[in-house]
């Protein structure tokens, strides 16, 4: 249940004053598609998945511990942690994203039973995880140092930010494991080394 307030350009509110929500997102690296050197390009085809908790929203008659997909025109009317992700150090204008969204609630125990009908369960959004996932391409900048190749290491960094509108009311966590790659090890002439996460928070953006 969507409540006429709702705002889906806000973000949820923390329980605590001074608290955040956190969005605990995983990538999925599926492809590394190319790797530029003359144009200092990495290509990536990217899996985001984010989880997290809106405790303005109820959920009626879930199916307790499984995933229950929430609705396109319902979908369309909450707030969406990925439609307010910044691929920060892309090319913007290179980048496309799935129109397919999915999302879901993970059910977990039910609050109550609804007074209008003995037959709704209600759930609410504090003890259930809504979960998003969507698919990006991706292609970053990265500045090769090829005065060795091809005995050269280069590191690439690919960061995410979440826009902020207003005050800082949830912020980006690491899921376990935040980054997956199962891909080839070479790729281009290059040997695809160890893929770590690191995150900053900034008064600007997380």
Not at 161 to 166: D, G, S, T, Y
Not at 183 to 192: K, L
């Amino acid at each position: 249940h969507v409540p006429e307030e709702y705002s889906k350009t806000k973000p949820p509110v923390p329980e605590m004053d001074n608290d955040t929500v956190r969005l605990k997102t995983q990538i999925n690296i599926i492809s590394i598609d190319s790797i530029d050197t003359s144009k200092m390009i990495v290509a990536l085809t990217l899996q985001l998945q984010v989880r997290w908790v809106d405790n303005r929203l109820t959920y009626r008659n879930l199916i307790p511990n499984d995933k229950n997909f929430i609705p396109v025109e319902i979908a369309g009317n909450i707030w969406l942690p990925l439609e307010n992700i910044v691929f920060e150090n892309s090319d913007i204008e290179e980048t496309y994203e799935d129109k397919i969204k999915e999302i879901i609630v993970n059910a977990s125990t039910p609050i109550g039973i609804d007074d209008d009908s003995y037959e709704d369960s209600v759930y609410n959004g504090t003890s259930n995880i809504l979960e998003m996932t969507q698919i990006f391409k991706v292609k970053y900048k990265c500045v090769f140092d090829l005065f060795s190749f091809p005995f050269d290491w280069e590191n690439c960094k690919f960061a995410l930010k979440m826009r902020r509108l207003e005050k800082l009311t949830a912020i980006l966590v690491a899921a376990d494991p935040a980054v997956i790659y199962k891909g080839p090890t070479s790729i281009h002439q290059f040997n695809i080394g160890n893929m770590m996460n690191g995150t900053n928070q900034t008064k600007e953006d997380t």
